[in-house]
């Protein structure tokens, strides 16, 4: 999304409905260099560790999604996104915000090996971007940072197949 929270589909969906709880889809991207290190933003509304991911706009197709929230959040330009899941468990992936909105996510997972650009945090979704070891991924981190890890080596061990979690 470019421009503001309140600009945005789901801001203006929230003026409408308030916090009450929304499906939303949306994509979330497991960023991952040639060194095996995977890609994790420090979230601006949770101050934990998570993956560059967010909700799409009205008119955009997932993959534009993903790319936006790539850009927006990190800096870099995602290439060649690769589907390896799909998150939509209602425990696992409803979100109640620290401002107290609810969202049950309907997250396409990508995986992305390759990019352009400069890595740098936006100041607003996200404080910090890191590339961090698999083994040693911040405590301080989203609940579905391990869920999405998992299904990417899931993916990796069976040749290509398609996650859902």
């Known amino acids: 999304m470019s421009g503001s929270f ?3 589909y789901l801001g203006q969906l929230r003026k409408i409905i308030g916090p009450r709880p929304v499906l939303m889809p949306g994509a979330r991207i497991i960023v991952e260099n040639a060194a095996g290190e995977i890609l994790l933003i420090k979230r601006g509304d949770f ?3 998570g993956w560059p991911a967010g909700s799409a706009e009205m008119g955009q197709s997932i993959e534009d ?3 936006a929230e790539v850009r927006e959040e990190t800096g870099l330009v995602a290439h060649n996104l ?3 899941g799909f998150a939509s468990d209602p425990v696992h992936d409803r979100i109640e915000y620290p401002h107290g909105d609810v969202l049950h996510a309907f997250a396409m997972i ?3 090996t390759e990019w352009s650009g400069t890595l740098r945090a936006d100041g607003h979704e996200s404080l910090d971007v890191r590339f961090f070891a698999p083994d040693a991924l911040p405590e301080d ?3 579905p940072v391990s ?4 299904a990417l080596d899931r993916y990796k061990a069976s040749g290509g197949v ?3 979690i």
């Not at 869920?147 to 998992?150: C, M, P, S, V, Y």
């Open 6 to 8: 309140a600009d945005s």
């Open 47 to 49: 101050k934990l560790w």
């Open 65 to 67: 999604t993903a790319r």
């Open 82 to 84: 690769v589907p390896v």
């Open 110 to 112: 990508f995986h992305v």
């Open 141 to 143: 981190r989203t609940n």
């Open 147 to 150: 869920r999405t890890l998992a």
């Open 162 to 164: 398609f996650q859902l």
